[in-house]
Every structure is written in C-alpha cells, then in structure tokens.
Nanobody
Framework: QVQLVESGGGLVQTGGSLRLSCVASGTISRINTMAWYRQAPGKQRDLVATITPGKVTNYADSVKDRFTLSRDNPKNTVHPKMNSLKPNDTAVYYC???????????????WGQGTQVTVSS
C-alpha cells in the first residue's frame, strides 16, 4: 500500500510564500508521476502541478512563474514552493501519486489527506 502525508499549509498574507511537503511511503513504483491538486470551497479539485521522476514539471497557467515543484526521489518527497500568493490560491492542497506497477499495468491514484492554505487579503 501507499500512503501520502502532506504538511506545511497555513495562513499567509497576500504576496507571501509557503513551502508544502508530501512524503510518500509504501510500495513506490519507478513508473510514477507526483502531483499537487487543490480544491477551493464549492469548487472542483484542480491540478496545480506535476513532476516526473526525471523532474520534468508542468504547471497550471494560474500558478506558472509563481510555484516551483521539486522532488527528492530517494526520499519519495515532493515540495511545491509557492511564491506571490494570492487570495484565490486559498484551498485545500492535495498530494497525488499516480503510478503503475509495470509497463503493462493500469495506473493507480493515491491521495494524501490534504493541507489547508489560506491567503489573507
């Protein structure tokens, strides 16, 4: 089984920064992508950013140039550094691991419990 544990959320003023962390434990395949999603109250869960084991990243347009995603493969951790935060960045942020056991297997998603980020105006 796989467990994801997020940390680092909190309250920050507009323009401030936060660094979140996600630690994955259990059976982690080499074929995986780690990602962060967020869900604001009353809204759907949206993709924020993804990172491959080769550290190739993709960002949602809304966070591009403000958020930076990094990962430490040996430690199975991923860290989004969020700069220039805005009130509409307020959401619960979820860590996601999408992996497959081998090239012929189906992908499987795992989720953390979420961490609240609140940006005050």
């Amino acid at each position: 089984q796989v467990q994801l544990v997020e940390s680092g959320g909190g309250l920050v003023q507009t323009g401030g920064s936060l660094r979140l962390s996600c630690v994955a434990s259990g059976t982690i395949s080499r074929i995986n992508t780690m990602a962060w999603y967020r869900q604001a109250p009353g809204k759907q869960r949206d993709l924020v950013a993804t990172i491959t084991p080769g550290k190739v990243t993709n960002y949602a347009d809304s966070v591009k140039d403000r958020f930076t995603l990094s990962r430490d493969n040996p430690k199975n951790t991923v860290h989004p550094k969020m700069n220039s935060l805005k009130p509409n960045d307020t959401a619960v942020y979820y860590c996601n691991l999408n992996q497959k056991r081998d090239i012929l297997s189906s992908c499987r998603d795992y989720w953390g419990q979420g961490t609240q980020v609140t940006v005050s105006s």
